[in-house]
Antibody, heavy 121, light 105 residues
Framework: QVQLKESGPGLVQPSQTLSLTCTVS????????VSWVRQPPGKGLEWMGA???????DYNSALKSRLSISRDTSKSQVFLKMNSLQTEDTAIYFC???????????????WGQGTLVTVSS | IQMTQSPSLLSASVGDRVTLSCKAG??????LAWYQQKLGEAPKLLIY???SLQTGIPSRFSGSGSGTDFTLTISSLQPEDVATYFC????????FGAGTKLELK
């Protein structure tokens, strides 16, 4: 069955770079796509960006200048890197499975458990 | 695309029929999903394409609507349905509503 699991540091200092890994199983990154979604504590959900099955990426325009998503298909891993972190980037970060192979109307069918990232000195 | 959910908080009793509303800022061609998020958990997909029930989701959940106005209905509220419910459009990229928190009266 489809599974996703996020990992990464729980604490990041302001102005530093966040690096997260999403390890997937039950599907191939060359057949489906993965998006990252984040949720500040007690608040709503924000789509951050996606990596499509062909390896291309798209980003939320509000984060595009700071965000990079990549993958290692041999390890079934997707990576998120975001620089210049501020306190407002404190959130739970989720990776999600999408059936689509490229940008196309599609929903987030499966979610990882999420990882809390706190930006603080 | 702005998504507006109402109410933000809903109190209901076990067995009640519950209706949650979601309005899109423009026509989203029925590209709408509903998610349930219980405290401390990841969101879980309930409904996609406005009215298609995700596999494994109880039939007491249903979605309806078209264009800009959508509804999630729980036909008979159960204690395990206490959660926050989010709608999400995927007609133009992806945006979520702010959520409706459902509690027991």
């Amino acid at each position: 069955q489809v599974q996703l699991k996020e990992s990464g540091p729980g604490l990041v200092q302001p102005s530093q770079t966040l690096s997260l890994t999403c390890t997937v199983s039950g599907f191939s990154l060359t057949s489906n796509s993965v998006s990252w979604v984040r949720q500040p504590p007690g608040k709503g959900l924000e789509w951050m960006g996606a990596i499509w099955s062909g390896g291309s990426t798209d980003y939320n325009s509000a984060l595009k200048s700071r965000l990079s998503i990549s993958r290692d298909t041999s390890k079934s891993q997707v990576f998120l890197k975001m620089n210049s972190l501020q306190t407002e980037d404190t959130a739970i970060y989720f990776c999600t499975f999408m059936y689509t192979t490229d940008y196309y109307p599609d929903w987030f069918a499966y979610w990882g458990q999420g990882t809390l990232v706190t930006v603080s000195s | 695309i702005q998504m507006t959910q109402s109410p933000s908080l809903l109190s209901a009793s076990v067995g009640d029929r519950v209706t949650l509303s979601c309005k899109a800022g423009q026509n989203i061609n029925n590209y709408l999903a509903w998610y349930q998020q219980k405290l401390g958990e990841a969101p879980k997909l309930l409904i996609y394409n406005a009215n298609s029930l995700q596999t494994g989701i109880p039939s007491r959940f249903s979605g309806s609507g078209s264009g800009t106005d959508f509804t999630l209905t729980i036909s008979s509220l159960q204690p395990e349905d206490v959660a926050t419910y989010f709608c999400q459009q995927y007609n133009s990229w992806y945006t979520f509503g702010a959520g409706t928190k459902l509690e027991l009266k």
